[in-house]
């Protein structure tokens, strides 16, 4: 067999997994690039030849729109605050889990990642009950030592901090078996050579497990980035974007233009805007791994 | 430089497990001595108790005259090499040499001085700015040795470091080890399983079984007078060759093997020593290099032997048969006229065998 002969078996046994990530994944994100174009609305869905190329007019009003720079800044608010809180809380747990200290390790490790796997939905309405100004628990145990309900999810200043803080507890877990993974990798030795030659614990922790732990953090940080950017059901279910507007993110306001009022075209074209910010955001994340 | 005394010394696991039982020996000044046993023997429990990795279950270690046994690693004065060598894979050969320096807060010009110095000593002058991934096992072993080096410590412990690499390179890094010791003057404890490299390295060999230091001697007199059948089978190589009999007769007694293809009077000495062994069963080891083709004198007794295997090495040949259904191994000077499946007659000299206790496995002086 020759090399072409070879080349075309190879494309033949790779065809039914190509043609179903092409079908299912690239014909999609055609379909969205080329709808950004236009304005897809609901009457589109009645009449289809009633769609238009409209340009970039999408992309120029969603420049121009006041809502998009909220939700925008809504999530760069979320993403900021909630991405490093949970690689710091993570990377904390799994230290403190991966030291000869602890005792029934196979309980936290899995009381931790417990809500990893549950439900965001359900995790969600559960916390919603939490902040209630009424019958919150929080309200319940600040009421203990005398301070005044606080409306958690209804005040403009608290209602993000709340979701981050609700996030952060459902998805550290995930984090922190990663982390624990890569600290297992650390050979022994290197703690044991470094305290022979004098290191003190925040030493060894400085010089050996920060640097041995790079790749991990920077893979880390990427998926946690992307992930959080994506944020969309916590305040879906728990404040519906508000109070005004101030829990809103950018998943969520393209959910609201393309599903609740049907501009489908504008809701691509915020979609194809919010992935070049996520992808810059993964580029320079990578630049950063390539340096350590 | 310094001195190091084990006294008593035990490591018990989890109350029950005892890997390492009454250890007893000094390490003098200057001196080179080498554990080596088996897997499992305790003699790398036993470096790491010295180097304080280890907590000591019972027993003292002095070093310089100190017991050290609550003080922590890094005040020990120690430097180790380990099996992996335990090198920062994200800093240079120079950062890596220097970390323990840089702890120290030893000036930074002197820390240039002893770095390059020790770089000089093992040739990794030109590798200062590599990570090392980008070394090879010799390298980055001498890499490891630089780091300990520079930080002109009381006692250097190794602890199996040539085990990783090749068998050229692992011959050339003993000498240079060797070397080191001697433009050091440096006392160091080193750990192998290998006897070759203990006889090759070692002033002084501490030899250790199951926990049990079995003997503590140097390496000629391990392998002229081993204490017991572990030691004589341990150090020397190819192994020697153990075969059970029985000494015969009341004065001038004789060996005679359990499956009679062995049958020989003991010399005068020999039969003084031996006088409480008569009728009873006992061992008798005889070297590879103690059987020649040649009768080598008078007192020496031939035995017939059916050649299997044929190992020829060029300035020697090692030549495998049975006696009594038990795999014999003669070393003889270049012969190479020999064949397996040749029937020849062999001399093992008697003054040269060597009897143990059938109970006890001891040498019997």
């Given amino acids: 067999m020759n090399f072409k002969q070879s080349q075309t078996a190879a494309y033949f046994f790779l065809a039914p997994a190509l043609s179903a990530i092409f079908i299912f994944f690239f014909l999609p994100v055609i379909a969205a690039f080329i709808i950004s174009f236009t304005d897809f609305d609901i009457y589109t869905l009645g009449n289809f030849s009633s769609v238009r190329f409209i340009g970039f007019n999408n992309y120029i009003k969603l420049f121009d729109d006041p809502l998009f720079y909220t939700a925008l800044k809504n999530t760069f608010y979320f993403v900021i605050v909630a991405a490093p809180l949970s690689i710091a809380i993570s990377l904390g747990a799994a230290l403190l889990l991966n030291s000869k200290l602890v005792k029934f390790k196979a309980i936290f490790r899995l009381s931790y990642f417990i809500p990893v796997v549950t439900t965001l939905v359900a995790v969600a309405i559960v916390w919603r009950f939490i902040y209630h100004p009424k019958f919150g628990i929080i309200n319940y145990l600040l009421s203990l030592i005398g301070i005044a309900p606080i409306d958690w999810l ?107 009022w049907w501009n489908m075209g504008y809701s691509a074209s915020i979609a194809f805007v919010f992935f070049f910010i996520i992808m810059i955001g993964t580029l320079i994340q990578l630049k950063f791994q390539k340096n350590t | 430089m310094a001195e190091v005394i084990l006294k008593n010394v035990c490591k018990i696991y989890e109350g029950k497990n005892k890997v390492v039982t009454d250890a007893n020996f000094t390490v003098k ?60 894979p994200h800093m240079t050969v120079y950062e890596n040499m220097a970390f323990g320096l840089k702890l120290k807060k030893v000036d930074k010009k002197e820390i240039d001085v002893r770095v390059k110095e020790a770089a000089k000593i093992l040739s990794l002058e030109s590798f200062l700015d590599r990570k090392p991934k980008a070394l090879s096992g010799g390298q980055r072993q001498r890499v490891a040795v630089g780091r300990a080096i520079v930080r002109k ?77 572990f030691v004589a089978g341990f150090i020397g190589s190819p192994a020697m060759n153990f075969l059970s009999g029985k000494i015969i007769g009341n004065d001038k007694l004789s060996f005679k093997s359990n499956g009679g293809s062995i049958k020989f009077e003991l010399t005068a000495n020999q039969s003084k020593r031996m006088s409480k062994y008569s009728d009873k069963e006992i061992i008798i080891g005889i070297r590879p290099e103690n059987i020649s083709i040649e009768k080598p004198n008078e007192n020496s007794f031939p035995v017939e032997v059916n050649i299997e295997v044929i190992e020829p090495m060029g300035n020697e040949t090692f030549v495998y048969f049975q006696l009594d259904g038990i795999q014999f191994i003669s070393r003889l000077r270049e012969y190479e006229n020999l064949f397996s499946g040749n029937i020849v007659r062999l001399f093992i000299q008697v003054e040269r065998v060597y009897f143990f206790d059938k109970e006890t496995g001891d040498n019997i002086n």
């Fill in chain 1, 154 to 260: 209804g005040d403009t200043t608290t209602a993000m901090p709340a979701i981050i803080l609700m996030s952060v507890w459902k998805s550290f877990g995930y984090n922190m078996i990663i982390f624990i993974a890569g600290l297992q990798n650390i050979p022994e030795d290197l703690y044991e050579a470094a305290s022979i030659e004098g290191a003190s614990g925040w030493q060894k922790f400085k010089s050996i497990t920060l640097p041995m732990l790079a790749p991990t953090t920077v893979f880390i940080s990427i998926i946690t980035m992307i992930g959080y950017f994506q944020f969309f059901a916590e305040p879906y279910i728990m404040t519906q974007g508000g109070p005004l507007n101030s829990t809103l993110s950018i998943v969520q306001y393209m959910y609201q233009e393309g599903f609740k």
């Fill in chain 2, 29 to 88: 000044d200057k001196e080179f001595v080498v554990l080596v046993g088996p897997s499992g023997c305790g003699k790398t429990t036993t470096l790491r108790m010295i180097a304080g990795l280890e907590e000591i279950s019972s027993g003292e270690i002095f070093i310089d005259g100190k017991v050290v046994n609550a003080l922590p690693p890094k005040d020990r004065d120690i430097a180790m090499v380990f099996q992996n060598y335990a090198l920062y």
């Fill in chain 2, 153 to 229: 410590p009381k006692v250097f412990l190794f602890d199996e470091p040539l085990s990783n690499l090749d068998a050229k390179l692992r011959v050339q890094m003993r000498t240079e080890i060797s070397k080191l010791h001697k433009q050091l003057e440096a006392t160091m404890i080193y750990v192998t399983h290998d006897q070759t490299e203990a006889m090759t390295m070692g002033n002084k060999i501490v030899v250790m079984k199951d926990g049990i230091i079995n003997q503590v001697d140097t390496p000629m007199n391990l392998y002229n007078n081993p204490v017991n059948k």
